[in-house]
C-alpha cells in the first residue's frame, strides 16, 4: 500500500526562526512529489520535485528530493507569522490520484 | 484566472437528508477528484473521475456517490447525511498527464 508519511505534525516556531518540514514515502512507480500550503481555504500548490538533489526555490521556501533515501525536505528560513498554515506532501505515482501524508501544521508566533 | 469552485462554503444538514456538492472548473480538466479532510486524518480519497461518465472508488466510497455528467462538473452525493460525515469536502482538478491538482475553497459539511 502506498504510503506518505510526515513529520512532526505539527510545530510551534518564533518568527525569524528556520524550520524543516519532512515527507517519507513509500509509493511504488514513484513519478514526483508535490507541496502544498493550507491556510484557511484551498490548498495552494508550492513545488514538484522529480529528480533527486535539484534544489526547488521560492523566496524563503525551498525543496529537494532524495530518491534513494525516499524523502524530501521543505525548509522556511526567516519564519513569518504569514507562514502559519497546514503544509501538506503528496506523492504522484503513474496516472493515479495524488497520495497524502497527515500535514505539518505549521504555527509562527511573533 | 483559472479555478475550481465549490458551491457552498459551509453548510448544514440533518441527519437523513440527501446532500450534493458541486464541484466546477473552468481549466477543460480531464481528471477530478473529491476528498474529505479530517484532523488527524490528512486528505482521504473518496472517489475520482478520468473523464465524462467515468467515476472510480477511492479509499473510503461508503455512504457517498458521484456525477460527472459534463467535463466542468464533478458533484459529490450523500444518499443519507450521517453525522460521521460531518468533514471539510475538497474537490480538485488536474490535466490529464499532469501530477499536480488545482484545489477548490473546500465545502465544510456540518450534519446535525
Known amino acids: ?110 | 484566472d483559472v479555478k475550481v469552485t465549490q458551491s457552498s462554503r459551509y453548510l448544514v444538514k440533518r441527519t437523513g437528508e440527501k446532500v450534493f456538492l458541486e464541484c466546477v472548473q473552468d481549466m477543460d480538466h480531464e481528471n477530478m477528484f473529491w476528498y474529505r479532510q479530517d484532523p488527524g486524518l490528512g486528505l482521504r480519497l473518496i472517489y475520482f473521475s478520468y473523464d465524462v461518465k467515468m467515476k472510480e472508488k477511492g479509499d473510503i466510497p461508503e455512504g457517498y456517490s458521484v456525477s460527472r455528467e459534463k467535463k466542468e462538473r464533478f458533484s459529490l452525493i450523500l444518499e443519507s447525511a450521517s453525522t460521521n460525515q460531518t468533514s471539510m469536502y475538497l474537490c480538485a482538478s488536474r490535466r490529464q498527464g499532469a501530477y499536480g491538482y488545482t484545489f477548490g475553497s473546500g465545502t465544510r459539511l456540518t450534519v446535525v
Open chain 1, 1 to 110: 500500500e502506498d504510503k506518505v508519511v510526515q513529520s512532526p505534525l505539527s510545530l510551534v516556531v518564533h518568527e525569524g526562526d528556520t524550520v524543516t518540514l519532512n515527507c517519507s514515502y513509500e509509493v511504488t512507480n514513484f513519478r514526483s512529489l508535490l507541496w502544498y500550503k493550507q491556510e484557511k481555504k484551498a490548498p495552494t500548490f508550492l513545488f514538484m520535485l522529480t529528480s533527486s538533489g535539484i534544489e526547488k526555490k521560492s523566496g524563503r521556501l525551498s525543496s529537494i528530493l532524495d530518491k534513494k533515501e525516499l524523502f524530501s525536505i521543505l525548509n522556511i528560513t526567516a519564519t513569518q507569522t504569514g507562514d502559519s498554515a497546514v503544509y501538506l506532501c503528496a506523492v504522484g505515482a503513474g496516472n493515479t490520484p495524488l497520495v497524502f501524508g497527515k500535514g505539518t501544521r505549521l504555527s509562527v508566533i511573533a
